[in-house]
């Protein structure tokens, strides 16, 4: 019987509370276990704290995932939640992904008060988004629209969309799900135009390597094959030396024992981009995806990533 409170370490947002929130939920059904027998700590990261520029340009993925590390490898955490796309392809000496639970809807939405779509927009038309790969395949799409940065929580973005800030922006889909906010989701977006980034969707829980009893706690809550399809993906990642600066797209899906993928990147304007796709036994996702990333690499060409 588990006494000891377990601590689960988690950014501060709205949409990071709810991931921790519905992490320890599960926890408490698969145990029979009490909520108040688990404490969530809020922890402030470097990505929260700069608003003032694109984080591409500021450190990139590792400024979510920081300080909460830290504080699970000096044990004031037990676990911490992330949001999958969020995690760098290394982490920190001493620390694992150990559990990712069922991945939510994977495709972005398009949010706008006045228009239907995006080739609904005028020519011209403001669109936010802080997302690269966002900006990317919206300029290949529509070259003559206006694609600026929009940086803030989810609901900062949706109150400077209602005050007219922008025309449009484009938002995960699985985010506005977990804080019922569907009611603002103008339409969604095909997944061959606009293939999501590598873990969207999926909450993932990093732990400390050898804490057995954190460990058997949260094996009650793991989702294979959610693990399967993202180890593909980040193995992929890891292979482009996938940043904040380059615009890069990646989906897995599994049917029976058998995973399928679909990369790609994507020049910063829009202007070129280039595909992969490959498939073979879920078993071997990690080096189906290493194999798709220097596919994909070699597909580019040496001068096409932005490092």
């Given at each position: 019987?588990?006494?000891?409170?377990?601590?689960?370490?988690?950014?501060?947002?709205?949409?990071?509370?709810a991931q921790a929130h519905e992490t320890r939920a599960r926890l408490m059904a698969a145990h029979d276990m009490?909520?108040?027998?688990?404490?969530?700590?809020?922890?402030?990261?470097?990505?929260?704290?700069?608003?003032?520029?694109?984080l591409s340009e500021a450190g990139g993925k590792g400024l979510f995932t920081k300080e909460i590390e830290e504080a699970l490898l000096d044990g004031r955490i037990d676990l911490a939640v992330h949001s999958s796309k969020d995690m760098p392809t290394i982490l920190p000496e001493g620390l694992v992904l150990s559990t990712f639970l069922p991945r939510e809807d994977v495709r972005d939405a398009f949010l706008s008060p006045k228009y239907n779509s995006v080739q609904d927009l005028p020519r011209g038309a403001v669109v936010g988004s802080s997302s690269l790969r966002r900006q990317a395949q919206l300029?290949?799409?529509?070259?003559?629209?206006?694609?600026?940065?929009?940086?803030?929580?989810?609901?900062?973005?949706?109150?400077k969309l209602a005050e007219g800030a922008v025309d449009a922006t484009l938002l995960a889909h699985a985010g506005l799900r977990r804080l019922e906010l569907t009611e603002h989701v103008t339409c969604l977006l095909d997944e061959e135009q606009f293939l999501p980034a590598v873990g969207q969707g999926a909450i993932c829980i990093e732990t400390r390597e050898g804490d057995a009893v954190i460990h058997g706690l949260l094996s009650a809550i793991h989702d294979m094959p959610t693990e399967q399809r993202l180890t593909l993906e980040r193995a992929f990642l890891a292979e482009m030396d996938g940043s904040c600066r380059t615009p890069i797209g990646g989906l897995s899906k599994i049917e029976g024992d058998t995973i399928?993928?679909?990369?790609?990147?994507?020049k910063p304007d829009g202007s070129e981009s280039f595909e992969i796709t490959i498939s073979g036994a879920a078993s071997e996702a990690e080096a189906l995806g290493r194999q798709a990333g220097q596919a994909l690499k070699a597909k580019a060409g040496p001068d096409f990533l932005v490092v």
């Amino acid at each position: 019987m588990q006494t000891k409170l377990i601590k689960i370490g988690t950014r501060g947002s709205a949409l990071a509370l709810a991931q921790a929130h519905e992490t320890r939920a599960r926890l408490m059904a698969a145990h029979d276990m009490a909520e108040d027998q688990f404490e969530i700590v809020i922890i402030k990261t470097s990505g929260d704290m700069i608003q003032d520029r694109p984080l591409s340009e500021a450190g990139g993925k590792g400024l979510f995932t920081k300080e909460i590390e830290e504080a699970l490898l000096d044990g004031r955490i037990d676990l911490a939640v992330h949001s999958s796309k969020d995690m760098p392809t290394i982490l920190p000496e001493g620390l694992v992904l150990s559990t990712f639970l069922p991945r939510e809807d994977v495709r972005d939405a398009f949010l706008s008060p006045k228009y239907n779509s995006v080739q609904d927009l005028p020519r011209g038309a403001v669109v936010g988004s802080s997302s690269l790969r966002r900006q990317a395949q919206l300029k290949r799409l529509r070259p003559d629209l206006d694609v600026v940065m929009y940086r803030g929580n989810l609901q900062t973005r949706l109150r400077k969309l209602a005050e007219g800030a922008v025309d449009a922006t484009l938002l995960a889909h699985a985010g506005l799900r977990r804080l019922e906010l569907t009611e603002h989701v103008t339409c969604l977006l095909d997944e061959e135009q606009f293939l999501p980034a590598v873990g969207q969707g999926a909450i993932c829980i990093e732990t400390r390597e050898g804490d057995a009893v954190i460990h058997g706690l949260l094996s009650a809550i793991h989702d294979m094959p959610t693990e399967q399809r993202l180890t593909l993906e980040r193995a992929f990642l890891a292979e482009m030396d996938g940043s904040c600066r380059t615009p890069i797209g990646g989906l897995s899906k599994i049917e029976g024992d058998t995973i399928s993928f679909r990369g790609e990147v994507i020049k910063p304007d829009g202007s070129e981009s280039f595909e992969i796709t490959i498939s073979g036994a879920a078993s071997e996702a990690e080096a189906l995806g290493r194999q798709a990333g220097q596919a994909l690499k070699a597909k580019a060409g040496p001068d096409f990533l932005v490092v």
